[in-house]
């Protein structure tokens, strides 16, 4: 088993030769890979089988479904593969350029990384993703993903690993850690002077792992407990549209909504409705109903209304943790608030900094919300789930930043990039 | 005393009302701060003689002189902090702009980070000119300055809240952090939560302090161990003037020459003439000659010359760790390389990642140079010292990033921001 000591090294050595390719060499490379996922499509699918074998009765049918690959999926790797192929190269960008004294040009020109390091979890597609990024903006790549997944992703890698040789470059440039244990996620952490950027792609024990560990450079991902606020101001169908699809449409996904606000002055009507909304009427449409954990004052609106009906059994009382916590599931935290301020503090203290929202035809309310709410994303009138690489044109993304320092929201090749200052003259000298 | 805990509590607390300001709010501020700088002149010379007085004795003449407060200094920093005034706005660009489906609106919008802390050594100024750069990018201001300066720092910090005061803003804009030991550096690096940036500007302990122990996000700034190679193809006069310039005209900055690389074909020719240059010259014309350090090849060209001259005793030969060191003095490491391509890997291995340079009139190994060393400015046949935020376009500087995420070489007002995602809709959902 190769050492992941040897890998970095070796990922290291092995940068500079892509970081000098030519747009034309990383797409033909990207396609090769494509073509090499197809051909390897037998091999992968069996060493998915064993993933699968290994995981059923150990995983919840959701995430067995995740881990699942069939041969469409591996077209779909393979069609994503391409896709990123023809988005325009991020390196060689001249960012700006400036004329100093006696001639002396002044070039501040983007440039890769060098190695990106990337840890995720389970699903197999995220191989393929994150190496044809990595490779189009001219970074080795070493991988760690989740140990459920290993079969899949190692015949994953070895598959792109051909494409990238058969198109003339280095084996190297792509690894996946061969350790799955925590202390190899600990080493790329701490890989200092091997790797350039440090991607957690994960839950927040993994995130907070990183803050605390980490000596390398690293971009914090992924971890939303997103909030929609339905201001006093708010249209009502608006507010109902926008909390169900924000909760509901993907409940799994970090832009999905877990907390919701409402101001005291709307609750009593909008909160009846809501109930119907995420409850009677999802039941009724054979939809999982949204759990409702209310605040007190929630709970008095909606507990105490006399109907005490089927969907009742739906709505709980909010625990302590319940505006600190990710449910990525059909549970919604609720909580009556007294003014747009009081929203804005409350989002301060609880939000990931991912995605929130008001609903509000007020637009002094939509500018204090927009001033006050210090997240990647802040929305007016519209879902949390329109956080994406994709939606905010971009064309990829490779996680979404929940930092403020170099990207922040969906991450793109651009920001798999650095940029140096490339200075040229005739002899000249500073006075 | 107010404890490093408070001092980061209030100044939280007060950086939302300074990041939703507007442009002349912020430029009367800084205006009211230069003035109130001016009417604090008589304080601060007074605090700033106590701070002499204990610095006798125990600092070298260079560093007494740097800490040194007159008032033709003190309206130098008055005079910067109007100029910072004067410089665009970073905050509230719209960086990208994009139009969903159904109307929907995506704006990406430069905005402040937060709070920024400064760690910083011994010249009173850097707190006038960091407080202010805070200030014109919407920032509060956290300072820890060097102990030697610790009662003209707080008079210049005194008297730029009363002009902050002035203004209409906050005094907790701004602060000195009143601990100076080493812990109250480190309460900063851990300050997760409070401090949005920190910035350690200082030697290359504390940049490997805050790598090891910083859990908020930093840019480390300023370590240069900066290379110049003189290549094969070499126009010797160049050669001769950037190689003085880059060592001599102010040894103690981080753009300044430490090591020089020759090629064996042009070494026997140049070397002696860079004796002559750096030796000989510096002392008939009474500058302070440069000692250089010699590799075993340099030291078989120059010292077996058979001159054996009254310069020879500048000559030395390079001990182990002179290849890895900062000299920061009239001192030169000299080693002799095969090729363009051991030059890059000798500047890979030992340089900071700061300022490196080649001298050579062939255009292929100029571009080899240029694409192999991986530093924020790489020079052709121009001198390591015009790295410099004024120099490259900037109007100012926060400090020199030597690392790759986020800002990369000088810092100016924009690589003090972030940005959000701003969108706007009219109930849009995902579908």
Same mark, same amino acid.
């Given at each position: 088993m190769i050492t992941t000591q040897e890998i970095l090294k070796r990922a290291k050595e092995a940068a500079p030769s892509l970081s000098s390719a030519t747009t034309e060499q990383k797409n033909e490379a990207l396609y090769a890979m494509a073509d090499a996922l197809m051909a390897g499509a037998k091999d992968i699918l069996e060493q998915n089988a064993i993933?699968?074998?290994?995981?059923?009765g150990t995983m919840p049918q959701v995430m067995l479904d995740r881990l699942l690959l069939t041969e469409d999926r591996i077209r779909d790797m393979a069609d994503g593969v391409r896709a990123v192929a023809d988005l325009p190269d991020p390196v060689g960008r001249i960012l700006n350029e400036i004329s100093g004294p006696d001639g002396l040009n002044i070039q501040k020109v983007?440039? +890769?990384?060098g190695v990106i390091a990337i840890i995720y979890e389970s699903r197999p597609n995220v191989t393929s993703d994150a190496a044809a990024l990595c490779i189009k903006s001219g970074n080795a790549c070493v991988l760690r993903g989740g140990k459920e997944a290993f079969y899949s992703a190692?015949?994953?890698t070895d598959a792109l690993k051909e494409g990238l040789v058969a198109a003339g470059l280095s084996p190297d440039l792509l690894f996946l850690v061969q350790d799955t244990s925590r202390e190899s996620a600990t080493e790329l952490m701490k890989a200092k002077g091997y790797v350039d950027l440090l991607i957690p792609r994960g839950g927040a024990g993994l995130i907070r792992s990183c803050v605390e560990n980490a000596t390398v450079e690293c971009i914090k991902t992924g971890t939303g407990i997103c909030h929609v606020y339905v201001d006093a101001a708010a249209d009502i169908d608006k507010a109902l549209n926008i909390v169900e699809n924000a909760k509901a449409s993907r409940p799994s996904v970090c832009n999905a909504e877990e907390a919701l606000l409402v101001h005291r002055n709307i609750a009593p009507e909008f909160l009846p409705k809501l109930? %119907?909304?995420l409850i009677d009427d999802r039941i009724a449409e054979?939809? +999982?109903p949204v759990e409702l954990r209310l605040d007190e004052r929630a709970a008095e609106i909606l507990k105490g209304d006399g109907s005490e009906g089927e969907s009742d059994r739906w709505l709980t009382d909010a625990g302590e943790n319940d505006f600190d916590? =990710?449910?990525l599931d059909y549970i919604l935290a609720v909580k009556v608030v007294d003014s747009v301020a009081d929203a804005i503090s409350h989002i301060g203290a609880h939000s990931t900094g991912h995605s929130d &929202?008001?609903? %509000? =035809?007020? +637009?002094? &309310? &939509? =500018?204090a919300f927009v001033n006050g709410v210090d997240s990647a994303a802040v929305y007016v009138n519209a879902s949390t789930r329109f956080t994406d690489g994709g939606q905010f044109g971009l064309g990829c993304e490779m996680g979404i930043s929940t930092q403020k320092l170099h990207a922040r929201g969906p991450m793109g090749l651009e920001e798999m990039t650095s940029y140096k200052y490339v200075i040229r003259g005739n002899g000249n000298i500073r006075s």
């Amino acid at each position: 088993m190769i050492t992941t000591q040897e890998i970095l090294k070796r990922a290291k050595e092995a940068a500079p030769s892509l970081s000098s390719a030519t747009t034309e060499q990383k797409n033909e490379a990207l396609y090769a890979m494509a073509d090499a996922l197809m051909a390897g499509a037998k091999d992968i699918l069996e060493q998915n089988a064993i993933d699968m074998d290994r995981a059923k009765g150990t995983m919840p049918q959701v995430m067995l479904d995740r881990l699942l690959l069939t041969e469409d999926r591996i077209r779909d790797m393979a069609d994503g593969v391409r896709a990123v192929a023809d988005l325009p190269d991020p390196v060689g960008r001249i960012l700006n350029e400036i004329s100093g004294p006696d001639g002396l040009n002044i070039q501040k020109v983007s440039i +890769p990384l060098g190695v990106i390091a990337i840890i995720y979890e389970s699903r197999p597609n995220v191989t393929s993703d994150a190496a044809a990024l990595c490779i189009k903006s001219g970074n080795a790549c070493v991988l760690r993903g989740g140990k459920e997944a290993f079969y899949s992703a190692n015949a994953i890698t070895d598959a792109l690993k051909e494409g990238l040789v058969a198109a003339g470059l280095s084996p190297d440039l792509l690894f996946l850690v061969q350790d799955t244990s925590r202390e190899s996620a600990t080493e790329l952490m701490k890989a200092k002077g091997y790797v350039d950027l440090l991607i957690p792609r994960g839950g927040a024990g993994l995130i907070r792992s990183c803050v605390e560990n980490a000596t390398v450079e690293c971009i914090k991902t992924g971890t939303g407990i997103c909030h929609v606020y339905v201001d006093a101001a708010a249209d009502i169908d608006k507010a109902l549209n926008i909390v169900e699809n924000a909760k509901a449409s993907r409940p799994s996904v970090c832009n999905a909504e877990e907390a919701l606000l409402v101001h005291r002055n709307i609750a009593p009507e909008f909160l009846p409705k809501l109930q %119907t909304r995420l409850i009677d009427d999802r039941i009724a449409e054979g939809k +999982p109903p949204v759990e409702l954990r209310l605040d007190e004052r929630a709970a008095e609106i909606l507990k105490g209304d006399g109907s005490e009906g089927e969907s009742d059994r739906w709505l709980t009382d909010a625990g302590e943790n319940d505006f600190d916590t =990710e449910f990525l599931d059909y549970i919604l935290a609720v909580k009556v608030v007294d003014s747009v301020a009081d929203a804005i503090s409350h989002i301060g203290a609880h939000s990931t900094g991912h995605s929130d &929202a008001i609903v %509000t =035809e007020d +637009p002094k &309310a &939509a =500018e204090a919300f927009v001033n006050g709410v210090d997240s990647a994303a802040v929305y007016v009138n519209a879902s949390t789930r329109f956080t994406d690489g994709g939606q905010f044109g971009l064309g990829c993304e490779m996680g979404i930043s929940t930092q403020k320092l170099h990207a922040r929201g969906p991450m793109g090749l651009e920001e798999m990039t650095s940029y140096k200052y490339v200075i040229r003259g005739n002899g000249n000298i500073r006075s």
